[in-house]
């Protein structure tokens, strides 16, 4: 069958949700003669326009019935969708039954995604979700050689140009595009309503894993200049980089958004007002305080040679005075849930204003999910890392119990090397971070690497000893060999924190004995690749 490029748009059936912009577009489709087809709500605010209006109940002689679930799934509709313009017997068999070819499909569909965003029960969603709009979608979405199909508001005006440049006709090469976006649309849909179901089954891992995303962000580029990216929305609802206003600064980076989500989920999990300092998704400064003020003094005393342009995450309103002190360094992206106006002012000063990220809540650190990982032919899921450690799960393993500061300081050190790529050492000191180190293959020379750090801040801010000495220090997973606990004993911690479950637990535990030090096992560990 041959190629036919430019179809005209004699008929147009328009079903939709959204109304946005539907008044205009219909009245520009009426001023090109094109009869317009509706239902329920679309063809009375269209009436209501003056724009002509056929209801598909007087085309198809059938009634909306039960409670409008049947209206459009009618052969006179599906036919007119369907029917093949070049092949005889198609245009014999509309003939025969009366249907007449519809041109234009215009549907966006019952809003089952917003419908459980805000929370609605059972039966409020299923009546949510739409039946007739996307079996509409996927009959013209399959005969896009004559059939233009739209669901987005956005794309009413490239319909519209079309029409205007070909004498009402719509090219081959736009129908392509709108069908593509039409299948990507239903799918998403499908998706939200499956994985709606799945969760409401409990079923984690449903024998077919679905992901949708909307709304790209397209970006400048990805981790570097020859990788193309964009940002998609899942709809999830938690607070983050996707729900965030942006108050000011240059447009986010793939590396911006990697960053600052990595840092704001840190932030979400500290008690009492803090701060955290991230550099390439890994915490180069963490501090607990009685103000932001202070907690951002502490955080970046621990290396502020990493601090700069890097992304400060914050689990309070950001006020003017901290802002100030933030001011001082260049840091790339600034999240927080609030500003205060002082803060704003601080930051619109600048000659090249920081990015700010306002997102109006914390995310909850204890809530389920999934996340996903693309490999070579598959997706790796699992769910979120929301384990939380408390005294009451801590089993003291040597014959010193810590102390109470040094038990606040091991808590707060292992939550803060859950979100540190591993393996992991972090060194913990009066609620700030003393040194931290990340990603090494040795655990051995990520406590080493963290010690150096702590040498070099010392160095810096002209302190007699490094804040290793007498911090606690919280290691991601278990220590094989006792070798990792001597360096951590020999940067100077005298508290230690560790999930256990080694075979040489024993011989670790002997080794914290001999160096005098307080160990706790957790039970639990925060690997994170």
């Not at 329920?40 to 409008?68: C, H, N, Y």
């Not at 607990?288 to 689990?315: F, K, M, Q, R």
């Not at 606690?472 to 020999?490: H, K, W």
Request: proline share 4%; hydrophobic share 45%.
């Amino acid at each position: 069958m041959a190629e036919i490029d430019r179809v005209a748009v004699k008929r147009a059936l328009i079903s939709v949700s959204d109304k946005s912009g539907l008044v205009e577009f219909g009245k520009a489709l009426a001023g090109m003669g094109v009869e317009i087809l509706s239902t329920g709500g679309t063809a009375k605010a269209l009436a209501d326009a003056g724009v002509p209006v056929v209801e598909v109940a007087e085309r198809t002689g059938f009634p909306e019935i039960m409670d409008g679930r049947v209206k459009t799934l009618h052969p006179v509709i599906h036919g007119g969708l369907l029917g093949r313009r070049d092949l005889g017997e198609h245009v014999a068999a509309m003939d025969k039954h009366g249907i007449n070819p519809i041109d234009l499909l215009v549907v966006n569909l019952y809003p089952f995604e917003a419908t459980r965003a805000r929370g609605a029960g059972w039966d409020e969603s299923v009546e949510n979700i739409d039946i007739g709009g996307p079996a509409m979608i996927r009959a013209a979405s399959k005969n896009h050689d004559f059939v233009t199909v739209v669901v987005d508001v956005e794309d009413y005006g490239a319909v519209l140009d079309e029409m205007r440049g070909n004498d009402g006709a719509t090219t081959l090469a736009l129908r392509r595009r709108l069908a593509a976006t039409a299948y990507a649309r239903t799918a998403a849909y499908d998706a939200a309503i499956a994985g709606w179901l799945a969760g409401e089954l409990g079923d984690t891992f449903p024998r077919r894993f679905t992901l949708a995303g909307s709304a790209p962000q397209v970006l400048r580029y990805g981790e570097n200049p020859h990788q193309q990216a964009a940002f998609y929305r899942t709809g999830e609802n938690r607070p983050g980089v996707a729900s965030a206003e942006q108050l000011m600064g240059k447009a986010l980076s793939y590396n911006n958004l990697n960053d600052t989500d990595a840092a704001f989920e840190l932030a979400a999990e500290l008690e009492g007002p803090a701060v955290a300092i991230i550099k390439h998704a890994n915490p180069c400064g963490v501090a607990v305080a009685e103000s932001l003020s202070a907690a951002w003094d502490a955080a970046l005393a621990c290396d502020p040679v990493s601090a700069y342009g890097g992304i400060v995450a914050l689990n309070r309103t950001l006020d003017g005075e901290t802002a100030e002190k933030i001011g001082r360094i260049f840091s790339e992206v600034i999240i927080a849930p609030e500003f205060d106006e002082d803060a704003i002012k601080v930051f619109a000063a600048k000659k090249n204003p920081r990015i700010l990220l306002r997102t109006g809540a914390l995310p909850d650190p204890t809530a389920a999910g999934t996340m996903v990982r693309n490999l070579a032919g598959g997706l790796l899921v699992q769910t979120r890392d929301n384990g939380r450690i408390a005294r009451a799960d801590l089993k003291v393993v040597t014959r010193r119990a810590p102390t109470e500061q040094e038990l606040k300081d091991l808590l707060l050190a292992f939550r803060i090397a859950k979100h540190v790529k591993s393996n992991t050492i972090v060194y913990v000191k009066d609620g700030s971070t003393a040194g931290i180190g990340a990603g090494q293959m040795s655990r051995v020379d990520s406590a080493r690497i963290a010690a150096l750090k702590a040498k070099d801040a010392a160095k810096a801010a002209g302190w007699a000893e490094p804040r290793t000495i007498g911090s606690a220090a919280a290691s991601d997973a278990f220590f094989p060999f006792a070798d990792g606990l001597l360096a951590v004993a020999e940067a100077g911690a005298t508290a230690v924190i560790q999930p256990g479950g080694s075979m040489r637990d024993d011989e670790v535990i002997a080794a914290a004995d001999e160096q005098g030090l307080a160990m706790v096992f957790t039970g639990m560990r925060h690997f994170r690749h």
